[in-house]
T-cell receptor, first 113, second 113 residues
Framework: DTAVSQTPKYLVTQMGNDKSIKCEQNLGHDTMYWYKQDSKKFLKIMFSYNNKELIINETVPNRFSPKSPDKAHLNLHINSLELGDSAVYFC????????????FGPGTRLTVT | AQSVTQLGSHVSVSEGALVLLRCNYSSSVPPYLFWYVQYPNQGLQLLLKYTSAATLVKGINGFEAEFKKSETSFHLTKPSAHMSDAAEYFCAVANTGRRALTFGSGTRLQVQP
C-alpha cells in the first residue's frame, strides 16, 4: 500500500496550458506539502497545508494554486504553464506541524515544451 | 532561520570502503536533522533523524550519523559501501518557524566496483 501517492508520474505539456497534479496520503497525517526539485536537484518548499488550512505559501507565482479538499489530499493546479515550470514536484506529508519527519511521494516530472 | 550545508556535491568511493557524507547546520535553537536518500527517478526516503534523544543515530541500510554540537555537524557514515548505495543524499533541517524542511543541495554518491 503506497503511503503517499501522486498522479501523474510524468506530465508533458505545452506552454500556456493548465494542468493539475494530485496527491493522496493514507498515513493519517495532518500536514501535507508541495516541494519543487529543479534540474540541479535543489529542493524547495512551495506550500504546506495543515488540516486543510494553508500554513506555508512561499514566494510562488500566483499561477500555482494548491487545494486541499480533505486532510488526505493536496492537489496542485498550475495555470498558464511556462518553460521554467519544468521540474519534479514532490508531495509529502507529516504527522503534525511540528518537527516530525516527512514522507515523500514518488514525484511528478513536469516538462513544459 | 535554520539551514544546512552539504560539502561536496559528488563523492566517489570503492565498494567496501567507508562512506562519509558531510552536513553542517546553522540553527539558533536545538535542531531536528534528517538524512534522506533519493534513488534515480524516485522520491525521497528517510534514512535517519536526529531529535536530540541521542547524538549517534542509526538508520536504515547500515547508515548512521553523529550529531556534534561543537562542530555544528551531522555527517552521514556507512562502514562499507555497497553498489546499491549509489544515489543522491540530502541533509535537511526542520525549520521551526515555517514547519517545513530546509534541504541541503545534495551529494551524489558513486560507488565504484
Amino acid at each position: 500500500d503506497t503511503a503517499v501517492s501522486q498522479t501523474p508520474k510524468y506530465l508533458v505539456t505545452q506552454m500556456g496550458n493548465d494542468k493539475s497534479i494530485k496527491c493522496e496520503q493514507n498515513l493519517g497525517h495532518d500536514t501535507m506539502y508541495w516541494y519543487k526539485q529543479d534540474s540541479k536537484k535543489f529542493l524547495k518548499i512551495m506550500f504546506s497545508y495543515n488540516n486543510k488550512e494553508l500554513i506555508i505559501n512561499e514566494t510562488v507565482p500566483n499561477r500555482f494554486s494548491p487545494k486541499s479538499p480533505d486532510k488526505a489530499h493536496l492537489n496542485l493546479h498550475i495555470n498558464s504553464l511556462e518553460l521554467g515550470d519544468s521540474a519534479v514536484y514532490f508531495c509529502a506529508s507529516s504527522l503534525d506541524r511540528g518537527r516530525s519527519e516527512q514522507y515523500f511521494g514518488p514525484g511528478t516530472r513536469l516538462t513544459v515544451t | 532561520a535554520q539551514s544546512v550545508t552539504q560539502l561536496g556535491s559528488h563523492v566517489s568511493v570503492s565498494e567496501g570502503a567507508l562512506v562519509l557524507l558531510r552536513c553542517n547546520y546553522s540553527s539558533s535553537v536545538p535542531p531536528y536533522l534528517f538524512w534522506y536518500v533519493q534513488y534515480p527517478n524516485q522520491g525521497l526516503q528517510l534514512l535517519l533523524k536526529y531529535t536530540s534523544a541521542a547524538t549517534l543515530v542509526k538508520g536504515i541500510n547500515g547508515f548512521e550519523a553523529e550529531f556534534k554540537k561543537s562542530e555544528t555537524s551531522f555527517h552521514l557514515t556507512k562502514p562499507s559501501a555497497h553498489m546499491s548505495d549509489a544515489a543522491e543524499y540530502f541533509c535537511a533541517v526542520a525549520n521551526t518557524g515555517r514547519r517545513a524542511l530546509t534541504f541541503g543541495s545534495g551529494t551524489r554518491l558513486q560507488v565504484q566496483p
